[in-house]
């Protein structure tokens, strides 16, 4: 991977392209030494721009904001034109996918999404709906992302993205966010069965919304399991692993990103999985990723986002040391979604750092 | 540590005591071979019980009921009678030691802690109590450890305990638990000498406040870093690590448990303290703790709490299971504090599971 052939991996659609105009986030993606780390944000479209909470005040409901695909398709590219950054992830939100089979959520101001029914029971799995079917239902991001793609006019490539499984069923059974996840994991303890019906039927739903997101223009698919911290090392390579396989393997069209936030545990098998990424949280020393990876996979992350309420100076200390812990080849981003009240001079001075890097 | 020989660090307390007399829980937290593990819960003075939810009924609040005597005293000695482990753990809170220095909280119910003011500047921090001076308005502890320590009369060791001074130092400046801890979080990025003062000054009422366990009769210490896993490696290093070993080092006279939860990363770093034991939270396989710590402390854990929702030959599984990896040679605790809705019969299948255990 750290060559500057194509892995025998690359996908289709880069196959085709002229090598020269193949962006630079693509390339990194794919393994290739370039010539400095491409840079992006997890959450980077969002509250930390005042253009995005401008946008914002005209949805009172953030459903409704996310169900605009006009509005969707502004705050995607706000980062690209306010930050620099060098790829564009469509604005979203991962609960899209349980709302679509069927299980309703509220945005709840300042306290996140809360689940009026939870799944329980087999009865409750059966009348989730799955697949095509239920994907069909989220057309309104394909419209985003075909919005964006258009608008970006080929500067910055476009990250489309859902949810892992596992992390879909936590909020699925537990209703909302949760300290311990308790009443999620029980249930792979008392119904393993059902667990694993549940969490089949989340990837039939994530791989038809996906391969759609392919088909509307995305050049990279992120999946985020935000929860994978929660689950032991054995859990998660029979509840998550599986599922993140299968999704994986089904969209060869595109690169794929795995960002299992908590999951130091499971490095080992995230390395085995068809895709070219692995998002990596604060916790995970560079050192340990790349031991742990075994150089089968490109990595992405991982400063701390507290680290950008720092002054300029510490940003760019704190943003070179983990550069040249990476070596730089990777993708330049945070350990986490940056959070809202962010000062836009501290992302500012992590991009500027990225951008300016030589190695 | 491994065999029958009483470690060069063995306290002064239990060196002067005949071998024969030293229990179970003792004799594995000094590293000594024993015949089976000892087993104990995290909360298990807490709502599994129907003893402890009538005695609560007599304190609608909460911290009425910690600055009882009798009645946390009665919540201690609970467990020892109705689930028969292998030692009791003071029923208090962590929250005490801040209060204790002049910031108040409130418990609210099924919310958690809330503090009205917080720490957010110089003045803020030079108006705290601190040391001895802080520590003797924790007087209805020790009386609490007295009481308990004469009831079991012997039958098992009485744990004391008390924060980490990251996690209370988390608590004082968020004000109450957090989705990120980014505001405390922050802080060490912004204010790195406040920071440390704030730390020291906890890490002071600590030791004054765990020396006075020690003479009220508390037989082994207990650290409890909740929040050990927001950190990057390199600030926990700096921020945690100093202030554990100032405490651990500073009260020689017990043996002392050090449990980072979250902070996996951190372990080799914890294996140079000058404790006992290292406490486990369940995403940590016991072959990773093993390789981390070196074979230098005792290891406590680290059974999914989750796992006791199961039915007992799952329990019993799971349980012979973690028993088998770590070698008979450990602590058996599960990997978090018992969660309040836990079966009863699941609790007493983990706990009997350890009593027959034949190595």
Aim: proline letters at 7%; charged letters at 20%; hydrophobic letters at 40%.
């Amino acid at each position: 991977m750290k060559s500057n052939q194509a892995p025998a991996t690359m996908p289709p659609s880069i196959v085709n392209r002229q090598p020269s105009t193949i962006p630079l986030f693509l390339r990194a993606a794919l393994g290739e030494s370039t010539e400095r780390p491409p840079v992006w944000l997890m959450r980077q479209a969002g509250r930390i721009l005042p253009q995005y909470r401008a946008l914002r005040q005209r949805f009172p409901d953030f459903k409704a904001f996310v169900k605009t695909p006009e509005a969707a398709a502004e705050a995607t590219l706000q980062p690209v034109d306010e930050l620099g950054v060098d790829a564009a992830i469509v604005f979203s939100d991962i609960l899209v996918v349980p709302e679509a089979m069927g299980l309703d959520y509220e945005m709840i101001e300042a306290k996140g999404p809360r689940f009026p029914k939870t799944i329980e029971n087999q009865h409750d799995v059966d009348c989730l709906r799955s697949g095509v079917e239920a994907a069909e239902s989220l057309g309104y991001v394909l419209e985003a992302l075909r919005i964006s793609k258009r608008e970006l006019a080929g500067r910055v490539p476009l990250i489309g993205f859902a949810g892992a499984p596992w992390t879909i069923f936590a909020y699925m059974v537990e209703g909302g966010g949760s300290k311990t996840f308790s009443k999620a994991r029980r249930l792979l303890y008392t119904e393993p069965v059902l667990a694993h019906t549940l969490l089949q039927k989340i990837t039939d739903t994530t791989i038809a919304y996906l391969q759609q997101q392919v088909a509307a223009g995305a050049d990279l698919l992120q999946l985020f399991d935000s929860w994978a911290g929660e689950l032991t090392p054995t859990q998660y390579r029979s509840f998550a692993v599986p599922y993140l396989y299968q999704i994986c393997a089904a969209i060869p069209e595109v690169p794929k990103t795995v960002f299992a936030k908590g999951a130091w545990f499971a490095l080992e098998d995230l390395a085995e999985l068809p895709c070219q990424v692995i998002g990596l949280d604060w916790n995970i020393s560079p050192a340990f990723a790349k031991e742990k990876t075994g150089g089968k996979k490109v990595l992405q992350g991982n400063l701390d986002p507290c680290t950008l309420y720092s002054d300029t100076k510490t940003i760019e200390k704190e943003t070179l040391l983990i550069l040249g812990d990476f070596g730089g080849h990777h993708i330049a981003n945070l350990g986490h979604g940056v959070y809202p009240d962010t000062p836009l001079d501290g992302v500012r001075a992590f991009v500027e750092t990225v951008k300016n890097y030589e190695r």
